[in-house]
């Protein structure tokens, strides 16, 4: 019995030095993972405020942008720092890494439309064929820009309703922006009729233009015959103005060029029809039987 008593204390004994080993190997270990934990944490932060700062710098790159790629550094550094503290406890860190291949994988595919979007939000953010305020037109989607996000664009169309385009559907297509250039050429065409004198016609259109001030001196205002046509003589004007002034001027000038061929007799002839073939025949309405 005392042989016994002697053997259960022993491995008591043994057991609290085993314990007290391990619990002085994993608090080295706990406390050297806090202190990556809390050294990772501070330094993500910094590398994400150093991103931020170092992209605004770059000219061309947007806030949106550089607030991406600020995000990107700093959890990537996280994941590093958990990768490293997870090592500290004798995890073998190497499937782990596989894991989150595998799983980011899995992900790709599952969210691929979403991901064009990104690629495609970044792109954009950093060639801008469009900016901020700007018109543009796609051929299926036109309208303002009002902010340019990774995943979609917001826009503003004409009659005032808000549109939310998927980028993957902007940066696909040609884009045409009415706003990015500063100056914008008018070009005016207008039937007047075989009869009408043309030199006339092309005076009061010039007249029009060039005394506009909105409309640029150089280059001039150009007039000239574009094509005859079966019931008009089609006149074309050419003429340069800014941007912000395009609209304003173009429906302007169509009105004063009507209003002043009508006041010196210029005609604008309307489109003819001309009817082939022979005309249907049309049998005589059937006389009452009353009247034979």
Known sequence: ?????????????????????????????????????????????????????????????????????????????LLLVFVTVLAQFGVQTASIIAALGAAGLAIGLALQGTLQNIAAGIMLLVLRPFRVGEYIDTGTISGTIVEIGLFATELRTPDGLYRLAPNSTLWNVPITNFSREATRRFEFKIGIGYDDDIDLAEGIMRDHAESDPRVFKDPPVATHVDQLTEGAVVLTMRYWTSASDFWPTSREMIKKVKKSFDENGISIPLPQVTLRGTPPQIAPPERPADEN
């Open 1 to 77: 019995m005392e042989l016994q008593t002697n053997e259960a204390v022993l491995a008591t004994q043994a057991a609290l030095a085993q314990a007290s080993r391990l619990a002085v190997q994993y608090s080295f270990s706990i406390v050297a993972a806090l202190l990556l934990l809390f050294l990772g944490w501070w330094l993500s932060r910094q590398l994400s405020r150093w991103t931020h700062r170092g992209l605004l710098q770059v000219r061309g790159v947007d806030e949106t942008l550089a607030r991406f790629f600020a995000n990107v550094v700093r959890y990537g550094a």
